[in-house]
């Protein structure tokens, strides 16, 4: 009896006492009973005995992919409707094996606009407001979530908004224009905060919307990661807009680059209601391949540094199993999307990690779903060259010349949206 009432009470002392993330990370190898993990790749020394691969020639290990139009007895999807029930299992796989379930009862989010000012963005001017979403009540774990929402002051009439997941260099780096170039579209610009929704650290998974719908207590190996709960901030942003009478409810796109491209991906791939979304540099974990073994892999995905963005159960995959055990890869995760439109984009000068061949294929793969639901896919099967825009259809991509950076694929970006976002009749 004694060593139950010991057990018991560390349980209550884990659940009461913030975990470190390396405290963390061997809590749920525990209990998914893996001894070790694969060590991740080093992308940085090419000469270190586990450099990353950049060799095109070794990339490609993998025999197929799971085929998104077969449901899992076997039989082919050859319909609209049959693509709905189809869609259903490979979301559940997402959700038990990678990015983790949403809890069901979490806190309603109430809006309240902290301040709303006239400022000039480039030459525009627009009306800015700062927000605040509350979720938690009087929870001493509450949260609240930041938003900027940038109108065009001169709009008239509901216009389209541009929501990108991001941080607060989001808003304030001299080399970003990405708000002056979405007001000058005559749409509104928004950013959310995404720190402020989760932190981005496995320490901080006792905080944040996680840590609130947890009660503090550690997560099981299915609950959600930083990722999902990203997007999850997403799509509480979108139910405000969706209240707003300056806003078109029906044209808010979703944004993001890197691991915030990761999680525009998928919000978008959970949330139906966004219109459109571009998805810069997301990689492994995002709209990259997890099944290719170039730049950054799913060891580096697994280790301490980057396990609170995906499930406890996504660590089986850099344990004992290995990517080709995984039910679902990245095409999956943009063929959620159909048939709305994505832009995939990518650099190149140092821009290897995140494998921007990988994306591409991914994208190559989805458009069979797109297909499906009569939508035109890319332009191409094989890789463009650099600079060279694929967006006639309703999935593009585009490779720029620069590095880890999402800002010159903005304009051709907007220019790909303005198809999309064009002025509906609201009837």
């Known amino acids: 009896?004694?060593?139950?009432?010991?057990?018991?009470?560390?349980?209550?002392?884990?659940?009461?006492?913030?975990?470190?993330?390396?405290?963390?990370?061997?809590?749920?190898?525990?209990?998914?009973?893996?001894?070790?993990?694969?060590?991740?790749?080093?992308?940085?020394?090419?000469?270190?005995?586990?450099?990353?691969?950049?060799?095109?020639?070794?990339?490609?290990?993998?025999?197929?992919?799971?085929?998104?139009?077969?449901?899992?007895?076997?039989?082919?999807?050859?319909?609209?409707?049959?693509?709905?029930?189809?869609?259903?299992?490979?979301?559940?796989?997402?959700?038990?094996?990678?990015?983790?379930?949403?809890?069901?009862?979490?806190?309603?989010?109430?809006?309240?606009?902290?301040?709303?000012?006239?400022?000039?963005?480039?030459?525009?001017?627009?009306?800015?407001?700062?927000?605040?979403?509350?979720?938690?009540?009087?929870?001493?774990?509450?949260?609240?979530?930041?938003?900027?929402?940038?109108?065009?002051?001169?709009?008239?009439?509901?216009?389209?908004?541009?929501?990108?997941?991001?941080?607060?260099?989001?808003?304030?780096?001299?080399?970003?224009?990405?708000?002056?170039?979405?007001?000058?579209?005559?749409?509104?610009?928004?950013?959310?905060?995404?720190?402020?929704?989760?932190?981005?650290?496995?320490?901080?998974?006792?905080?944040?919307?996680?840590?609130?719908?947890?009660?503090?207590?550690?997560?099981?190996?299915?609950?959600?990661?930083?990722?999902?709960?990203?997007?999850?901030?997403?799509?509480?942003?979108?139910?405000?807009?969706?209240?707003?009478?300056a806003v078109d409810e029906r044209r808010v796109g979703i944004a993001g680059h890197s691991r915030y491209g990761k999680a525009a991906l998928v919000a978008m791939a959970y949330d139906e209601r966004f219109a459109i979304a571009y998805v810069s540099s997301s990689g492994a974990g995002g709209a990259g391949l997890l099944r290719r073994n170039f730049g950054e892999r799913i060891e580096n995905l697994a280790g301490t540094n980057e396990y609170h963005w995906f499930a406890g159960n996504f660590l089986k995959y850099a344990g004992p199993l290995g990517t080709s055990d995984l039910p679902v890869d990245a095409h999956e995760l943009i063929a959620l999307s159909a048939p709305r439109p994505v832009f995939i984009g990518v650099g190149s000068k140092g821009d290897g990690w995140v494998d921007a061949r990988g994306m591409f294929l991914a994208e190559v793969e989805a458009g069979r779903v797109y297909e499906l639901l009569g939508k035109q896919s890319l332009d191409a099967v094989e890789m463009p060259p650099v600079g060279t825009a694929l967006a006639s259809g309703n999935l593009a991509f585009r490779q720029h010349e620069d590095g880890h950076t999402p800002e010159p694929n903005w304009p051709f970006f907007l220019s790909f949206a303005q198809r999309f976002l064009h002025p509906l009749d609201r009837g």
Not at 7 to 13: A, E, H
Not at 14 to 34: C, F, K, S, V, W
Not at 158 to 176: D, E, F, H, R
Not at 218 to 244: F, I, M, N
């Open 1 to 245: 009896m004694r060593r139950v009432a010991a057990i018991v009470l560390g349980l209550g002392m884990l659940a009461a006492t913030p975990l470190t993330a390396e405290q963390d990370h061997q809590r749920l190898m525990g209990l998914l009973h893996i001894s070790a993990l694969r060590p991740g790749v080093n992308g940085n020394d090419p000469a270190a005995p586990n450099a990353a691969n950049y060799d095109e020639a070794k990339a490609s290990p993998y025999s197929s992919l799971p085929d998104p139009l077969r449901f899992k007895n076997g039989r082919l999807v050859t319909s609209a409707a049959q693509w709905r029930r189809r869609r259903v299992e490979i979301a559940a796989d997402f959700n038990r094996e990678v990015y983790g379930r949403v809890p069901p009862h979490l806190p309603n989010v109430r809006w309240k606009i902290i301040d709303s000012a006239v400022e000039t963005v480039g030459n525009l001017q627009a009306i800015t407001r700062h927000l605040i979403g509350h979720a938690g009540g009087t929870d001493p774990r509450a949260v609240d979530i930041q938003l900027v929402l940038s109108l065009p002051a001169s709009a008239r009439e509901p216009v389209p908004v541009i929501l990108q997941i991001g941080s607060g260099k989001t808003l304030t780096s001299p080399a970003s224009t990405w708000r002056e170039q979405v007001l000058a579209k005559g749409w509104g610009a928004a950013t959310l905060i995404a720190t402020s929704v989760q932190p981005d650290d496995g320490a901080g998974l006792a905080g944040g919307i996680i840590g609130l719908g947890n009660k503090g207590r550690p997560r099981k190996p299915d609950d959600w990661g930083a990722l999902r709960a990203w997007a999850w901030g997403a799509s509480r942003v979108l139910d405000y807009l969706q209240t707003d009478a």
